[in-house]
């Protein structure tokens, strides 16, 4: 069945560094692409980045444009979510998805937080000093 396992969550000091990583299985992994999102306490879930399933194309909220590096590894089946100069309010519980077909977009070209049918059980990242 399809699987997706996300890992490389914990604390961190503001301006530190993690590195979330999201294995699957149970599908022809590089014909999908795969979505990052994140849900602090009290707050909707917010999409964050989303990859292209050959790697080619990115895309990023402005909330972390600049900060956050997503990458893939198709051989290894893991999609990667760097993330540099985090801060308190990237604290949230982190979750990949995967969205049916290769593109982050859809038919009107734009990138939204929709169409995701499989999702990974989360992991928490907590900035705090």
């Known amino acids: 069945q399809v699987q997706l396992v996300e890992s490389g969550g914990g604390l961190v000091q503001p301006g530190g560094s993690l590195r979330l990583s999201c294995a699957a299985s149970?599908?022809?992994?590089?014909?999908?692409?795969i979505g990052w999102f994140r849900q602090a306490p009290g707050k909707e879930r917010e999409r964050i980045s989303c990859i292209s399933s050959g790697g080619k194309y990115t895309y990023y909220s402005d909330s972390v444009k600049g900060r956050f590096t997503s990458s893939r590894d198709n051989a290894k089946k893991t999609v990667f979510l760097q993330m540099n100069s985090l801060k308190p309010e990237d604290t949230a519980v982190y979750y990949c998805?995967?969205?049916?077909?290769?593109?982050?977009?859809?038919?009107?070209?734009?990138?939204?937080?929709?169409?995701?049918?499989?999702w990974g059980q989360g992991t928490q990242v907590t900035v705090s000093s």
């Open positions: 149970g599908f022809t992994y590089d014909a999908y692409a």
């Open positions: 998805a995967r969205r049916p077909g290769t593109s982050c977009t859809g038919v009107t070209g734009q990138w939204t937080g929709a169409n995701y049918d499989y």
